[in-house]
């Protein structure tokens, strides 16, 4: 196998950033693609392109221009039909064109995990406006989630506790979607224990999972992740057994290599699919400490055929996120030596290097590893809280 690989990533986030260190440190040359210039991800790959990826002449041509081995999507707005066309043309889309059209929208991959798989999904419907969206959460019930069926970090998603707030949800959802389908889900709140994400690796050899990761949201975005968190050994063989089986679905006409987020709901011993990602996850950065292969080396390894472990472990750790409060173009970070000051087994901080910050962005996070997971988690929002972002202006 050829091992110097061309690889062209599609979104340049933090994500992004670690996949291209993970992929570069395997001999890999990688083009950091985004919206705007100086994206994370761009900073340690060795070329980048700046447009639109829901531009899909702007996202040829530079599929033409560079000709990749591999192309990486990290975000979700992408103009998917081009991607469907590439392949068909013979270009490796990883993990494949079908897994990136089914999970660009909320609404086509539950109904394959619902509909064609038989999962244990929670009771759903689709909405375009807002009498739709009244009928709908006439058939979920009180209270429901609207979000919608294409976003990211769960920007748009809202909690409704009965009628009156049906208005302001859709017009959130609809404030905050992504693409040109306006279009919402509508479903039945899960009254969970917790929530996980199972983090599944399709590779050469087979199927490999991660320790559970469980995380905490607010504004339907991760806050904190901790690995492992406590399952029952029946309720992690449901959860892995629905995993491997959607992400088999995904596979399409290309391998279909790669990591997989793959979220749940937990309720005693029943485990509810809620979302998936065919990419790293963001409650995965957990594993930048708590794993020595992370799961950006996992996803390098992954799609660029080289040898997985068929085994993962994972010592106590967490994540803690720190956040911009506001816009701006000139700022720095202060109390990061008090950060790492914490005391625990390892205790780390990563900046994203986002030129610009906006109220609730994610500009870095911290790290811990200890005894436990939750004394973990206290070390890592410890950790997060010393962190503090300085305005310039």
């Given at each position: ?9 599609l ?15 395997l ?42 081995d ?28 079908r897994?990136?059209?089914?999970t ?8 394959v ?91 050469a ?25 406590p ?90 996120v ?17 950060a ?31 005894a ?22």
């Amino acid at each position: 196998m050829a091992f110097t690989q061309k690889i062209l990533l599609l979104g340049s986030g933090e994500l992004g950033r670690e996949f291209v260190i993970s992929a570069k440190r395997l001999g890999a040359y990688v083009i950091a693609c985004d919206a705007y210039d100086d994206a994370p991800a761009m900073q340690v790959a060795d070329a980048r392109e700046v447009f639109s990826m829901l531009d899909g002449e702007a996202l040829r041509r530079v599929v033409e221009t560079h000709q990749p081995d591999l192309i990486v999507p990290e975000i979700e707005a992408i103009r998917t039909e081009v991607l469907g066309e590439l392949e068909s043309e013979g270009f490796n889309i990883v993990p494949s064109a079908r897994a990136t059209q089914l999970t660009m929208n909320r609404d086509r991959i539950r109904d394959v995990a619902a509909q064609e798989l038989g999962l244990t999904t929670s009771i759903y419907r689709y909405a375009e406006n807002l009498e739709e969206v009244r009928a709908a959460a006439g058939r979920t019930g009180f209270p429901c989630v609207i979000k919608p069926v294409m976003s990211s970090s769960g920007k748009g998603q809202s909690k409704v506790d009965d009628a009156s707030g049906l208005q302001e949800a859709w017009d959130y959802a609809v404030a905050n979607m992504r693409g040109d389908r306006i279009r919402v889900i509508v479903e039945q709140f899960i009254d969970f224990d917790y929530e996980i994400t199972l983090l599944t690796v399709r590779h050469a050899g087979g199927i490999t999972f991660c320790p559970a990761i469980g995380h905490r949201q607010e504004r339907g975005d991760y806050q904190e992740s901790w690995q492992p968190t406590p399952m029952s050994n029946a309720a992690i063989a449901k959860a892995q057994e629905m995993a491997a089986k959607v992400v088999e679905a995904l596979k399409g006409e290309g391998r279909g290599w790669g990591l997989f987020g793959v979220e749940f709901f937990v309720k005693g011993e029943e485990v509810i699919f809620s979302e998936l990602s065919p990419r790293p996850h963001d409650t995965g950065m957990v594993t930048l400490i708590s794993q020595d292969l992370t799961e950006f080396d996992l996803h390098a390894r992954a799609i660029m055929g080289l040898p997985v472990p068929d085994e993962i472990k994972a010592r106590p750790s967490a994540s803690a996120v720190v956040l911009a409060d506001r816009e701006s173009a000139s700022f720095t970070f202060e109390g990061v030596a008090d950060a790492l000051s914490e005391q625990g087994d390892i205790v780390d901080v990563r900046i994203f290097g986002k030129p610009t910050t906006r109220p609730y962005r994610r500009m870095a996070v911290a790290l811990a590893s200890a005894a436990d997971a939750d004394e973990a988690r206290a070390i890592a929002k410890r950790a997060a809280d010393a962190v503090r972002i300085a305005y310039r202006d």
